[in-house]
Every structure is written in C-alpha cells, then in structure tokens.
C-alpha cells in the first residue's frame, strides 16, 4: 500500500511565524503535490512538483512556498503566517504523469493561526 | 464560473435506495474524469475513473457526457457505509502540466 504521511495531524502557529508541513511517500513516486482543503472551496492547488528540486505553481500559491531536496519529501513554507491561511492542508503523490489523475493522499494537517 | 461544479446536498437516503449525482465541468479540453470518496475528517480516495462509455463497479455506475461537459455517479442499493462525500475531479492539461481539479463534493448521508 501507497503511504503518504504529513508530520502532524493538528498544528498551532501565531501570526508571523514561519511554518513547515512535511510530506512523506514511500513508493518512489514522482509528483507530489499541497493542497488547502475549505468549506465551500474544495480542494485548492497550491504547488506541484515532477521531480526533485522541481516545483510548480498551481492555482493559490501566495504566501506559500516549497521545497523538495529528495525524491520522497515535499515541504510546504508558510513565510510568516497569517490568519487566512487557517486550513486544512493535504499532500498528495502519484506515480508519474501519465498516472498522476491517482493521487494518493496523507492523512491532512489542521493548521490554525491565531 | 467554477471548473467543476457539484451540488453540495446533503442528500439524505434511506438505505437500499438509489441516488445519482451529477457534476459539470467547463473546460472542454479536459482529458479524463474520475469520482474520489472522501470519509468524514479523512483524506480523499479514489472511487473509480469514468469513461465515455460508462462504466460499472458493482454497485457504482459512473457516466461521462462529454457533449455536455458532465459525469454522473449512481449508488444502487445503498449502504449505510456510502455516507461521505463524494468529489468530482477532472484532469486536463495545463501550462504548468496536467493538474487535477477537484470540485467541493457533494454530501450524502445514508439512513435506516
């Protein structure tokens, strides 16, 4: 079984600090990707990555950045949080672009900012 | 207007009844179309993929009408274990590669 692990399942940051959520796949997999996940909003793209040390934008990349140094990490960095980036936040891989419609999922980090 | 739309529901069934959702998309040049399950406080699955013939997975029939620029999922026979929601996602190909595009979910609930 594909696992996808995120390095904490509820996270408490003050406005300001700078934030890190971890992404973990085991299955080599090629792409990995962040969402934030909102009431009434869906999940939202925020950056994507093919391969290591490559990054893409997607649909809501502001106030976010990340990194992937190795093939199965994928960082997200929150510069200096801020209350509306409150969210629940998924990272996802799969396995290469033909199939990256399959997108397995970790299990989510609920970060608030206050 | 939203890429992929979905109504949110909730819809509330009684167990063993058959429920049908539909989805619309508005990018005419998107390629595949699939149905992800999520649970309550968990991480999206996918359920199955949907092709233009339409396709079946015992209990699950998903629809592609690709004139209209909609899918459809139909539960037959359903079980209390259905309650979730159920995401509609298309992937088309983008400047930056091919993406996902999730829409919000619709919401069912089975009953007794």
């Known amino acids: 079984d594909v696992k996808v692990t995120q390095s904490s399942r509820y996270l408490v940051k003050r406005t300001g600090e700078k934030v890190f959520l971890e992404c973990v796949q085991d299955?080599?997999?090629?792409?990995m990707f962040w969402y934030r996940q909102d009431p009434g909003l869906g999940l939202r793209l925020i950056y994507f990555?093919?391969?290591?040390?490559?990054?893409e934008k997607g649909d809501i990349p502001e106030g976010y950045s990340v990194s992937r140094e190795k093939k199965e990490r994928f960082s997200l960095i929150l510069e200096s949080a801020s209350t509306n980036q409150t969210s629940m936040y998924l990272c996802?891989?799969?396995?290469?672009?033909?199939?990256?419609?399959?997108?397995?999922f970790g299990p989510g980090t609920r970060l608030t900012v206050t | 207007r939203k890429e992929v739309e979905q109504d949110p529901g909730p819809f509330n069934v009684p167990e063993g009844a058959t429920v049908a959702f539909n989805c619309t998309y508005s990018?005419?040049?998107?390629?595949?179309f699939f149905w992800y399950r999520q649970d309550c406080r968990k991480e999206p699955k996918l359920l199955m993929s949907?092709?233009?013939s339409g396709n079946e997975d015992g209990r699950f029939t998903a629809q592609l009408n690709r004139a209209s620029q909609y899918i459809s999922l139909l539960i037959r026979d359903s079980k209390l274990s259905d309650s979730a929601t159920y995401l509609c996602?298309?992937?088309?190909?983008?400047?930056?590669?091919?993406?996902?595009?999730f829409g919000t979910g619709t919401q069912l609930k089975v009953e007794l």
């Open positions: 996802a891989s799969s396995l290469g672009t033909e199939s990256s419609y399959e997108q397995y």
């Open positions: 949907v092709y233009s």
């Open positions: 990018n005419s040049a998107s390629q595949s």
């Open positions: 299955m080599d997999h090629e792409n």
């Open positions: 996602v298309v992937w088309a190909l983008t400047g930056g590669g091919n993406k996902l595009t």
């Open positions: 990555s093919y391969d290591v040390k490559m990054k």
